[in-house]
């Protein structure tokens, strides 16, 4: 047993080594440039949940951490839009929450991310849970069902950051890619003309949302609380996004601690 520790040690020791040469050689990788350094993939923590205020940045930082981790990016948001578009039963019945501001009742989300969890592409690479679990019984439904994530970021930003954030934010709809026509515009012409503004993105609907957000947000971080990290959203993209490409690899390395401590009991 002492010996299969020993080498659980050795591997962990070479393996945080490994990462520091890697930043150290390969800088400004991602797409926002980021000049720590991407993370190694096999080193990372590969079940992640994110969550924030609406237009806190998450999907903006989904982007990084795909690019960065290679996981199965969920997002919640985008599959319920998906399936309003395609008018499917679940569309049709989230539809009216939706363009309210309002969260969709729990029955109706849960279910879809616990089949999507079990598909082998997540099993094999890892997810990054974006805006699920949003309420207590969501996160409770995930540990019901025996689903455990490695890391837990939230990101903070004052809510009077978020309007404008809201207002402004443009979609791609070939590239998928998130901009905001001022924080982050368009690199030309031809995507500025195909650039998409979602129906929930006005400064009425915003205010429910942030409602809803405030009614729920403590109750699912007390769920995470031995895993969750809080992260000042406020400053630029590329510093937030230093510091969650940090954060996931500190946690991946806590995580390997706590399996050599559960090997040498
Ligand atoms: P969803 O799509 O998840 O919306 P949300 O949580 O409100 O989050 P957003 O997508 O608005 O923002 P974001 O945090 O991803 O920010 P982004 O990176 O785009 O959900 C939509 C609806 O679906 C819900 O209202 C609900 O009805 C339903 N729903 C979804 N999940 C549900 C669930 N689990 N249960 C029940 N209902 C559910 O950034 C925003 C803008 O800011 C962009 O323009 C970006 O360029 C810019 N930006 C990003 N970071 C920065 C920065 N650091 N500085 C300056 N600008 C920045």
Redesign the pocket.
């Known amino acids: 047993m002492k010996s299969a520790a020993a080498l659980l040690l050795l591997t962990l020791a070479q393996s945080t080594s490994a990462f520091t040469t890697v930043r150290q050689q390969r800088v400004g990788g991602s797409v926002w440039g980021i000049s720590s350094g991407p993370i190694d993939s096999s080193l990372s923590a590969k079940n992640i949940i994110i969550a924030?205020?609406?237009?806190?940045?998450?999907?903006?930082?989904?982007?990084v951490i795909i690019k960065n981790l290679g996981v199965v990016h969920l997002?919640?948001?985008?599959?319920?839009?998906a399936a309003v578009a395609a008018e499917t039963e679940v569309g049709k019945m989230?539809k009216d929450?939706?363009d309210?501001?309002?969260?969709?009742?729990?029955e109706?989300?849960i279910g879809i991310?616990k089949d999507r969890l079990r598909e082998s592409d997540c099993q094999e690479n890892g997810w990054l849970l974006?805006?699920?679990?949003?309420?207590q019984a969501?996160a409770k439904a995930l540990a019901d069902a025996g689903v455990s994530a490695d890391c837990f970021i939230f990101?903070d930003?004052p809510d009077e950051?978020?309007v404008e954030?809201?207002v402004?934010?443009?979609?791609d709809p070939i590239t998928g890619k998130?901009?905001?026509?001022?924080?982050?515009p368009p690199e030309d012409e031809e995507i500025l003309n195909r650039l998409e503004r979602?129906s929930?993105?006005t400064e009425e609907?915003?205010k429910?949302?942030l409602e809803?957000?405030h009614a729920n947000i403590d109750a699912v971080k007390d769920s995470y609380t031995d895993i969750m990290v809080s992260i000042d959203?406020?400053?630029?993209?590329t510093?937030?996004s230093s510091e969650v490409l940090k954060t996931i690899n500190r946690m991946r390395t806590h995580q390997r601690r706590k399996a050599l401590v559960g090997c040498l009991r």
């Open positions: 924030g205020a609406p237009a806190s940045g998450k999907g903006t930082q989904c982007e997002s919640t948001g985008d599959m319920l839009r989230a929450f939706m309210s501001g309002k969260l969709v009742p729990d109706i989300i991310i974006d805006g699920f679990p949003r309420t969501q990101l930003v950051m978020l954030r809201v402004g934010r443009r979609t998130i901009y905001h026509m001022t924080f982050s979602r929930d993105d609907k915003v429910v949302r809803q957000f959203g406020s400053r630029a993209p510093e937030v």
